[in-house]
């Protein structure tokens, strides 16, 4: 399976500091086969960003969208209308579930707009600070997984990746603790575990698992040899180039 190496850029950058970031991002990467490189940008820079990206090295991903193609739905926009400009969205992302209200009902709902529009849904879960005091971890990761993937059909599960984000490890978290790799195991065996009793082994096997959360260059490694996990979904980083272009060749000495 390739690496996934996904930087969310949240709501940073204008349209012009996100084109200077691709046009050095392109420019410092080789061709890397087995790495799929992926850059979530404010929906605003997708449409020009997707002029400029070179899709042989880069992919874009959109960070939210709404689950109706079209409508009367004033402020959103569309998977249909990224369809063709993204590969990858975000979807059910912490900030997205906390801070805006996003419950399991509606990001079942985008991830299967997502599908049903040719873009890759990564599905993003976690547990609180205080769900993992009251040991609900593993019910809640089981919870918003089943819901997360409740409105497609068996056979698009191959379309989707799940990222599991801790979200008292996310660094915009006043709180964030790093999670430590024995942690990231647990959840990521649940995961596994969780995908193959509902869809069957082979199946559940397909499926891609990043982990996210303060991921930075000197933890990339660590995380990246938990086993089960396939990559990685970083924030703060990502918006330093440097710092996310040695995450990138990290994640490819991992796989060599
Ligand atoms: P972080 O963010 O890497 O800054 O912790 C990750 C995320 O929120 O996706």
Redo the contacts with the bound molecule.
């Keep these: 399976m390739k690496t996934y190496i996904v930087g ?1 850029w949240k709501l940073n950058f204008t349209v012009g500091e996100a084109s200077i970031y691709l046009h050095k991002l392109m420019k410092a990467l080789p061709n890397y086969r087995d790495t799929e490189v992926v850059v979530a940008p404010s929906t605003i820079a997708l449409q020009p960003l997707s002029l400029q990206v070179d899709r042989h090295k880069i992919k874009l991903a959109v960070q939210n969208a709404f689950y109706r193609d079209f409508g009367a739905y004033t402020g959103e926009i569309s998977f249909s209308q990224l369809d063709g400009m993204v590969d990858y969205a975000l979807v059910g ?3 997205q579930r906390y801070i805006f209200g996003e419950d399991d009902k509606m990001i079942a709902k985008k991830v299967a707009a997502a599908v049903r529009n040719h873009i890759k849904p990564i599905l993003c879960i976690g547990e609180t600070e205080s769900e993992r005091a009251f040991n609900e971890t593993a019910d809640v990761i089981r919870d918003q997984l089943i819901g997360g993937l409740s409105e497609i059909a068996d056979d698009d599960l191959d379309e989707v990746l799940i990222a599991y ?1 801790p979200v008292w ?4 978290t006043k709180v964030a603790k790093l999670a430590t790799p024995d942690e990231v195991t647990d959840v990521v065996k649940l995961i596994k575990k969780t995908l193959s009793d509902t869809y069957g082994k082979k199946e559940a096997e397909k499926v891609p698992i990043l982990f ?4 930075s260059p000197s933890n990339a490694g660590a995380y990246l040899t938990v086993p089960g996990v396939n990559g990685l ?5 990502s918006l330093i180039l440097s710092e996310f272009v040695d995450i990138i060749e990290i994640a490819k000495k991992v796989q060599s």
Excluded: D
């Design positions: 969310n992302h912490s900030e984000e490890a996310i660094s915009s996210g959360g303060s991921v979904l970083i924030g703060g980083s």
